[in-house]
């Protein structure tokens, strides 16, 4: 994204609202600093219109290796001090998250047990 895209979109950005540009690709922390990956995509609602998870990338090195975890959008809190989204999550917890190994989203979103897996998981943070 040129520097001239990125103005146009933080000048139009108003009080709570951000892009999904702007979203992706942001940093995620933990609570204790550490670098944990990057938001790849959102992954949205289609009835409440509502952020239902952010995947994040974790792990790999370079681009290879790297797997992808859908977080319940509520487990993220925004760092403006940051500029990223902090998650009282550490590796070892997110290494033993659901995941997956391609961005092609290889599972289905519309079965609940995908779905139940992933939240049944994180309940314990929101």
């Known amino acids: 994204m040129d520097t001239r895209t990125q103005d146009t979109l933080a000048s139009k950005e108003m009080g709570n609202l951000i892009s999904s540009r702007r979203v992706e690709?942001?940093?995620?922390?933990?609570?204790?600093?550490?670098h944990l990956?990057?938001?790849?995509?959102v992954m949205l609602?289609?009835?409440?219109?509502q952020v239902a998870y952010a995947v994040m990338?974790?792990?790999g090195f370079l681009g290879i290796g790297e797997k992808y975890h859908p977080l319940p959008w509520s487990v993220l809190d925004y760092d403006v001090a940051k500029g990223g989204y902090v998650v009282d999550l550490d590796k070892k917890t997110l290494e033993g998250a659901p995941y997956y190994a391609d961005t092609?989203?290889?599972?289905d979103w519309s079965d609940r047990s995908?779905?139940?897996?992933?939240?049944?998981?994180y309940?314990?943070?929101l």
Do not use: A
Not at 37 to 41: A, L, T, V
Not at 104 to 107: A, L, M, N, Q, V
């Open 57 to 59: 990338s974790f792990g």
């Open 104 to 107: 092609s989203d290889p599972y």
């Open 37 to 41: 990956g990057s938001i790849e995509h």
């Open 45 to 49: 609602d289609k009835l409440s219109g």
């Open 114 to 121: 995908w779905r139940s897996r992933v939240d049944d998981y």
């Open 25 to 34: 690709g942001t940093e995620v922390y933990n609570t204790k600093r550490e």
């Open 123 to 125: 309940r314990p943070y």
